[in-house]
């Protein structure tokens, strides 16, 4: 009998305890693994080419708008889903995180169900 891979999700915040949210939230229906910075993140990326990344705005090293740009600017990460989970709401913050290339914008507070619900939507489109 051959079970089917589980696809790997890259879980981005500069807040291990969100990062630590985000992993538990999916770890039962996806392999996860985590970053704590943008640039990891985009080394992360590369080497472990998930099928999704939940990628934080703010962070200290570079924001999740540039790490997206970068990653969908790349021949290599660009095929890589991103979903954008941030405290920032904001009208205009979604339409830059969806330009530079996110398929979809989650709010902090987020729901696990919720956010569970709209990885399994995307990753499901995937196969």
Same mark, same amino acid.
């Given at each position: ?44 990326? #590369?080497?472990? =080419? ?5 990628? +934080? &705005? *703010?962070?200290?090293?570079? @924001? $999740?708008?540039?790490?997206? #740009?970068?990653? =969908? ?5 660009? +095929? &890589? *889903?991103?979903?954008?989970? @941030? $405290? ?40």
């Amino acid at each position: 009998m051959v079970t089917e891979a589980r696809p790997k999700v890259l879980c981005v915040d500069d807040d291990e305890r969100i990062r630590d949210l985000l992993a538990e939230t999916l770890c039962g229906n996806y392999v996860t693994i985590q970053a704590g910075s943008g640039s990891t993140a985009l080394q992360l990326a #590369r080497e472990e =080419k998930p099928a999704l990344i939940l990628l +934080d &705005v *703010m962070m200290q090293d570079m @924001t $999740g708008f540039e790490v997206c #740009r970068r990653l =969908k600017s790349d021949e290599a990460t660009r +095929d &890589v *889903m991103v979903i954008i989970v @941030t $405290g920032m709401g904001a009208d205009s913050e979604v339409r830059i995180g969806l330009a530079v290339g996110a398929e979809a914008y989650v709010t902090k507070p987020f729901s696990p169900a919720d956010l569970l619900a709209k990885v399994d939507a995307l990753l499901r489109g995937q196969r």
